[in-house]
């Protein structure tokens, strides 16, 4: 069904789209960053394409690929009922650099949904009226959906009280038991500081 | 008496004239929801408003990714935590679609079921609770003892009222208890008839529609910039119905009616949900009778499903099935989907990406009230401050869904 889609996409940014695929019913098209604002702009603008509604936008971090994150972006059209997945790779390995062009001047969702990729990914939406943390609070410091922030990471506004008499261990050191998840996540954490085992 | 010698047109007193700064704060009475809605106001109207979400933002996205897959229940349970078996359903079908697999025939009719109570106990929350917030406490007190019910069935079916992680990829944790289909006729029956009262009561109260007619209007195509989706985008005039649109399970074969409001303020956004509710149980009654009455709820696949206690404690392959999907997790294949249900609040998303070994890569929740709470900004600036309470209470921001 979106197969015309993606067609009318390939036709239009022949040297820009990297690749295009199907995948369990899901039609997929991966471009160069630099062509986001135009494609976002064709796929509202086009009445073949007609993707009035953003349904969604997001990153995926992938640390071993350069560039290192994916700006995933989902489309729908109300009217002519075909969806289609945009996706386009920014940043470096070491997460500088992850910079995109903002789609806020197309759609109204693309104001929120960017806030909280920067937020939560510290990618740089150029051109977004009002770019800050949306679900943290401000004083945060870091992107805690990247693979290098440690999950069991604390920052808390208002330093724990630090009485005697009162055990506040978690049951198990850092380094024993079993770790949280089936695939342990160390070697993505390079930067991990005294702070973090110390709660 | 003389007139006091005050010269009133040139005053020698100059008055502060600057906008007032009001935080309505993330606890504030009249609105239910951990939301601060910071309004600059000149008088009683609003100039400017900045809305603030994130108070309850727990991290789900980054907790799914240290478990396995069917650890991700818990945390889609707790998200939109007033329909919690319709993220349970989205969840696992957005799963079931990147393993290409479909339930029997009876889980599909069994979810669906289920589903709409949730919604039902989803409506009535956000339905009362703007006519409490707006000064009506009785309805607020008859739908809260109507949710009790439907949580009655719940507790029956699941073991929990609220947060059941009762889906599981390729099935349910149990299947239907023997009255079920009986048990649920008769809530929604009673539900129906106790709308009906709450109807009787508000709809012709004057003050009530005087607070929620042409209040927080929002056109059509600014709803669909916004992102908006559900309830709130029926209101605006547009029949977009992800049940109808792109069906799923067996919502293609029974007949149920989308509501679509006229003029995309807060009585649509009322009465629409009003409407759903209605339609919600037609389609229980459809899928009572329809309901096979027996037969596997789950898929018999020893790589997701886990198999039954006494063959885990009598058979080696039982043990070695429920060892493996246990410590290792159910191994989705590589690639990624998105998978797309109608929430409470409208489009409940799931875009998984499976590296192929068990453990997630990445699970994106798309909450629908996330975009539903971005249009409140546009929604109230101009409007007085007390139109704050019914706009948003007729937006249901559900807090965990929208800061997940």
Redesign the interface.
């Known amino acids: 069904m979106a197969q015309k889609l993606i067609e009318l996409v390939r036709n239009e940014f022949s040297d820009s789209v990297l690749d295009s695929y199907s995948?369990?019913?899901?039609e997929?098209v991966v471009i160069e960053p630099e062509s986001w604002l135009a494609l976002g702009k064709f796929l509202r603008d086009d009445p073949g394409c007609d993707m009035?509604?953003?349904?969604?936008l997001?990153a995926?971090?992938y640390p071993q690929k350069t560039p290192r994150f994916e700006v995933?972006a989902?489309l729908a059209s109300?009217r002519l009922?075909h969806?289609l997945?945009a996706k386009a790779a920014v940043g470096a390995t070491d997460g500088t650099g992850a910079q995109i062009d903002s789609w806020s001047g197309l759609?109204?969702?693309a104001?929120?949904?960017e806030r909280?990729c920067f937020d939560?990914f510290g990618v740089d939406f150029r051109g977004h009226p009002d770019l800050r943390?949306?679900?943290?609070?401000p004083e945060f410091v870091g992107h805690?959906?990247r693979k290098d922030?440690p999950?069991d990471r604390i920052q808390p506004l208002v330093a724990f009280r630090d009485a005697e008499n009162i055990e506040k261990l978690p049951p198990f050191g850092p380094s024993e038991g079993m770790s949280?998840?089936?695939?342990t996540?160390d070697q993505w954490l390079t930067n991990r500081d005294a702070a973090d085992d110390d709660l | 008496m003389e007139a006091p010698d005050i010269d009133l047109d040139t005053p020698s007193v100059t008055l502060d004239a600057d906008p007032m700064l009001l935080k309505m704060g993330p606890a504030h009475p009249a609105t239910h929801g951990t939301v601060r809605i910071i309004v600059e106001l000149s008088g009683e109207n609003i100039e400017r408003a900045d809305v603030?979400?994130?108070y309850l933002?727990r991290?789900f996205?980054?907790?799914c990714?240290?478990?396995?897959w069917s650890q991700v229940f818990p945390y889609v349970d707790r998200c939109n935590y007033v329909s919690p078996l319709l993220n349970n359903v989205g969840y696992a079908l957005a799963c079931e679609?990147?393993l290409?697999l479909q339930v029997p025939l009876r889980c599909q009719y069994y979810r669906m079921m289920l589903g709409e109570l949730a919604r039902i106990a989803d409506h009535l929350t956000c339905v009362s609770a703007m006519a409490m917030e707006l000064g009506a406490f009785t309805p607020y007190l008859w739908m809260m003892k109507a949710r009790e019910m439907v949580w009655d069935i719940f507790e029956e079916e699941t073991g929990a009222r609220l947060t059941h992680s009762f889906g599981r990829i390729g099935g349910m944790a149990l299947p239907p208890t023997p009255g079920f289909t009986e048990h649920s006729q008769a809530v929604v029956t009673h539900v129906i008839s106790v709308i009906g009262e709450a109807e009787r009561l508000l709809l012709t109260n004057r003050i009530f529609l005087d607070r929620l007619e042409n209040v927080g209007v929002m056109s059509a195509d600014?709803a669909?910039?916004?992102?908006w989706?559900g309830p709130t985008l029926r209101a605006s005039g547009?029949p977009?119905d992800v049940r109808k649109?792109?069906p799923y399970l067996r919502y293609g074969d029974v007949e149920f009616e989308v509501p679509v409001g006229v003029r995309g303020d807060c009585f649509d956004r009322f009465v629409v949900r009003l409407e759903e509710m209605r339609q919600s149980a037609r389609i229980i009654a459809q899928c009572a009778e329809r309901m096979p009455k027996d037969g596997p709820v789950n898929i018999d696949d020893p790589r997701i499903m886990l198999p039954a206690k006494d063959q885990v404690y009598d058979t080696i392959e039982g043990t070695i099935q429920h060892f493996k999907l246990v410590?290792?997790?159910i191994k989705l294949p590589a690639?990624?989907?998105?998978g797309?249900t109608e929430g409470g609040n409208g489009?409940l998303?799931f875009?998984l990406?499976s590296d192929g070994?068990?453990?997630p890569?990445?699970v994106?929740i798309?909450p629908p009230s996330?975009?539903v709470t971005?249009?409140l900004e546009?929604l109230i600036t101009g409007q007085m401050i007390a139109d704050v309470v019914p706009c948003f209470g007729s937006l249901n921001m559900i807090g965990g869904e929208c800061?997940h």
Do not use: C
Not at chain 1, 23 to 26: L, Y
Not at chain 1, 52 to 56: F, I, K, Q, R, S
Not at chain 2, 335 to 338: A, M, R, S
């Open positions: 995948q369990h019913g899901d997929t009035a509604l953003l349904v969604d997001t995926v971090d995933v989902h109300l009922g969806r997945r759609w109204g969702s104001n929120w949904a909280e939560m943390r949306i679900l943290l609070y805690p959906l922030y999950a949280f998840g089936r695939k996540h | 603030q979400i994130g933002h991290g996205e980054k907790m990714e240290r478990g396995t679609k990147l290409d600014d669909v910039s916004l992102g989706t547009i977009y649109a792109h410590m290792e997790g690639g990624e989907v998105y797309y489009e998303g875009y990406v070994s068990g453990t890569h990445r994106r798309r996330f975009y971005g249009g546009s800061d």
